[in-house]
């Protein structure tokens, strides 16, 4: 894949469940060899988490573990062995980039530690993804670390009903940060010579991606709490009901409250003072909320949703995940690709990587791997 973005890279993946693996599956995407390194026998975690189950019951696999691994191959080593361990130092020997999310001090005992890596490698790019920092030995999981770091107490219906997001979000943005990390360390690397080691932490992640939130309180001093569907700074920002089923508005400036307002017959609002202004606006939502349930419930989502998309009004009702994806490929995203695979009955079907390249789009190579696949013969005797 040397035409690629990333052809001729080698990383070496010694990351597990979610955040590392998420890292390493964009950057594979983009044409870098992955080679990822997990437990004899059972594999990264994520192996064992279902369901949902895909195959026949004799082969199942975790639907959870395909999402984040097609485009590698995998080595099962075990670490604490001589014959593991040297098979570990030769790979991290001929790549360009480690990443690995193992307790910090961890590979450091194994003699695959950053130090050790770099006197085996001297210009090797180095990620390592903790859940709070490499000074502390606490185990990070998505749910901790989104309740420890405030994300729970911003979501929910309420500030007495703390709720996680509905998907391991902080293991995802954590990925995405580690793998902006490596880029910019391989650009680096690419002007000096010079190699480098990538820190990056779950609890860290969140308190950057909580953006206006975190902001609230660091320069406002303003603690957020839960407020359902709104929005602390913008109205009519929520999910409203229409006279079938909910709609949500994400009206963001005047110009669009301007445009909704008339779409709903009551063009005045847009000069009433109450709600002329976002701030007024945000001063006043229970009375503008109440308005615009009442106007609403004149009509389906569908027709609203038609009829304010047409005068450029941001709304659009709730979907579900199949909904989510049939809309994309409506609008011709293609979401949904397809990896042949002569090891399973059946094709892998996975969503998308969402970068998209003019010259060197993303590739789907290979399917998830099975454990161990991809052991050399030598490595095997």
């Not at 594979?28 to 994520?46: F, H, N, Q, S, Y």
């Not at 001929?94 to 085996?120: M, Q």
């Not at 709490?225 to 929520?238: D, F, L, T, V």
């Not at 994309?328 to 690709?337: C, K, M, N, S, W």
Request: glycine residues 8%; aromatic residues 6%; hydrophobic residues 40%.
């Amino acid at each position: 894949m040397t035409d690629s973005a990333l052809g001729g890279l080698v990383i070496a993946d010694f990351g597990r469940v979610l955040a590392g693996p998420y890292a390493t599956m964009l950057l594979a995407d983009l044409g870098a060899e992955v080679i990822k390194v997990e437990r004899p026998g059972t594999g990264d975690d994520t192996r064992a988490w279902g369901p949902p189950w895909i195959g026949p019951p004799e082969a199942a696999e975790s639907s959870y573990f395909l999402s984040v691994n097609r485009n590698k191959q995998s080595m099962a080593l075990d670490l604490t062995d001589d014959e593991g361990l040297a098979a570990a130092r030769e790979l991290v020997e001929r790549a360009d980039v480690v990443v690995e999310n193992f307790l910090p001090g961890t590979l450091d005992r194994l003699g695959l530690g950053y130090d050790a890596a770099r006197e085996i490698n001297p210009d090797i790019v180095y990620c390592s993804v903790t859940g709070f920092g490499g000074n502390n030995q606490l185990p990070g999981y998505d749910l901790l670390i989104q309740a420890v770091g405030g994300l729970m107490s911003i979501t929910g219906p309420d500030p007495n009903t703390p709720t996680k997001v509905g998907v391991a979000m902080v293991d995802v943005i954590t990925g995405l940060h580690a793998a902006v990390g490596i880029l910019a360390a391989l650009r680096y690397r690419d002007r000096t010579g010079e190699g480098q080691r990538i820190e990056v932490n779950l609890l860290s992640s969140l308190l950057s991606a909580l953006a206006n939130q975190s902001s609230a309180y660091v320069a406002a001093g303003v603690v957020p709490h839960a407020m359902g569907n709104r929005h602390p700074s913008i109205a009519p920002y929520e999910v409203f009901s229409a006279g079938d089923r909910p709609l949500v508005l994400a009206v963001g400036n005047d110009r669009q409250f301007t445009a909704l307002v008339d779409v709903l017959g009551q063009p005045e609002l847009a000069v009433d003072e109450r709600f002329s202004t976002n701030k007024a606006r945000v001063a006043h939502r229970d009375e503008l909320g109440a308005i615009i349930n009442a106007a609403l419930a004149n009509d389906t989502a569908d027709a609203w949703f038609s009829a304010l998309t047409e005068r450029r009004v941001p709304c659009g009702p709730l979907n579900d995940i199949a909904d989510a994806i049939a809309l994309a490929e409506r609008l011709g995203l293609d979401p949904v690709i397809t990896i042949d695979d002569e090891r399973r009955d059946a094709p892998i079907r996975q969503v998308a990587n969402p970068i998209r390249l003019s010259a060197t789009p993303p590739t789907y190579r290979s399917a998830p791997p099975r454990l161990d696949e991809h052991r050399t013969v030598s490595q095997q005797a």
